[in-house]
């Protein structure tokens, strides 16, 4: 019996991809072992690193450890700390504090919105629990007497007879309508 070969892993010669779409799929699915190796390298070497990937219709993709503006930083030879200037630096803490406030303050709103519904949501339950006192049939099953649930049950019963006489009147009405048109 002759052995089938699978597909599998198979070499391919590294040469210039001359269909466009053939092309862009190559790229879509090398990209992200591009940018994992560089990941790894990054990690396992303990060393920064950048890389930036244009695809054909000018998307950017970039990987940087640190971060890619530390990278480029570095390679053009700039000292975050001695580019900016002490006025610019008091301007970016201050935005920062900014923006920590604002977070903060979203968190407390957020906060007390969830205590709000919590109450809510106590004061719906007492409502309908006190609601529901009156009306046996909407007792919890534990609470009702045996002739209650026996009562209960035909009524539902009688109720899903409805329902069903009323789904198949239903569907009468709608084939009906089906060969009239």
Not at 52 to 71: A, D, H, M, R, W
Not at 126 to 141: R, S
Request: glycine share 6%; with cysteine; charged share 30%.
């Amino acid at each position: 019996m002759a052995r089938k070969s699978g597909g599998g892993r198979q070499k391919i010669p590294i040469k210039f991809i001359e269909d466009r779409a053939k092309r862009s799929v190559a790229f879509s699915k090398r990209k992200s072992g591009v940018l994992k190796k560089v990941s790894e390298l990054s990690t396992m070497c303990g060393i920064d690193m950048g890389l930036i990937l244009f695809n054909e219709s000018g998307k950017v993709f970039s990987y940087g450890n640190p971060t890619l503006n530390v990278i480029l930083d570095r390679f053009l030879g700039l000292d975050p700390q001695r580019v900016l200037n002490p006025a610019s630096r008091k301007i970016i803490e201050a935005q920062k504090i900014y923006r920590i406030q604002e977070m903060e303050a979203k968190i407390m709103n957020g906060e007390e919105m969830l205590k709000l519904e919590e109450l809510r949501g106590k004061t719906l339950s007492l409502e309908m629990t006190n609601h529901a006192i009156g009306k046996w049939w909407e007792q919890p099953i534990e609470k009702m007497t045996l002739d209650q649930i026996q009562l209960r049950n035909a009524c539902m019963e009688n109720l899903k007879m409805i329902f069903e006489e009323y789904k198949r009147l239903m569907m009468d009405t709608h084939n009906w309508n089906s060969l009239n048109q």
